[in-house]
């Protein structure tokens, strides 16, 4: 069975920095597309960057410029760079492949706050 597990996220002031890691068991991110996503309380989990098997990069519109996706094939996992946070990126974050095929974690909270 396959398994995630997020792990990084934290406490951060407005304008720092976190990385987010994402470690799998049971499948190859490698053959997988894979993304991260987010969700805060009511409401519904939303799209942040993914990484295709191919190694295109795609990135929702309120992130490009700030997240990078990136993968390591030999650690089996992948990871989400996250600069100039804004409060608006507080959240749970989640990684799966092809939307969610999955089970999710439990993700990974990230509070950005003075």
């Known amino acids: 069975q396959v398994q995630l597990v997020e792990s990084g996220g934290g406490l951060v002031q407005p304008g720092r920095s976190l990385t987010l890691s994402c470690a799998a068991s049971?499948?190859?991110?490698?053959?997988?597309?894979m993304g991260w996503y987010r969700q805060v309380p009511g409401k519904e989990r939303e799209f942040v960057a993914s990484?295709?098997?191919?190694?295109?990069?795609h990135y929702a519109d309120s992130v490009k410029g700030r997240f990078t996706i990136s993968r390591d094939n030999a650690k089996n996992t992948v990871y989400l760079q996250m600069a100039s946070l804004k409060p608006e990126d507080t959240a749970v974050y989640y990684c799966?492949?092809?939307?969610?095929?999955?089970?999710w974690g439990q993700g990974t909270q990230v509070t950005v706050s003075s």
């Open positions: 799966n492949a092809g939307g969610g095929i999955y089970p």
């Open positions: 990484i295709m098997r191919i190694g295109s990069l």
């Open positions: 049971g499948t190859f991110l490698s053959m997988n597309n």
